[in-house]
């Protein structure tokens, strides 16, 4: 596997911002999917925004103008800047990485998840 480590959560007033960042280490060979996945409590985990293998963006309707996902391939690390926050985007993020990464003499595929941040945004 490859090991993603979340970071930039926290708490934010309506109307602020904030950075997600996920750090993805190990030697990737190729990443066919990038996902930013929100779980509010009581509720269904759901994707937020992704990268797609030919590099599209896709955003859930409601952040669709206020996030933006993006990755730094240089640093192996994937971000989501979320803009003009609103109390009902209050959750704990994930990110998803999935591709193939070099271990040892082999190339495996891998489905990598974060460990999670919490976004807390007050009205």
């Known amino acids: 596997q490859v090991p993603l480590v979340e970071s930039g959560g926290g708490l934010v007033q309506a109307g602020g911002s904030l950075r997600l960042s996920c750090a993805a280490s190990g030697s990737i060979f190729s990443i066919n999917f990038i996902g930013w996945y929100r779980q509010a409590p009581g509720k269904q985990r759901e994707l937020v925004a992704a990268?797609?293998?030919?590099?599209?963006?896709n955003y859930i309707d409601s952040v669709k103008g206020r996030f933006i996902i993006s990755r730094d391939n240089a640093k192996n690390t994937v971000y989501l800047q979320m803009n003009s926050l609103k109390p009902e985007d209050t959750a704990v993020y994930y990110c998803n990485v999935r591709g193939i990464a070099t271990m040892g003499p082999w190339n495996k595929k891998f489905d990598s998840w974060g460990q999670g941040t919490q976004v807390t945004v007050s009205s």
């Open positions: 990268i797609t293998s030919g590099g599209s963006t």
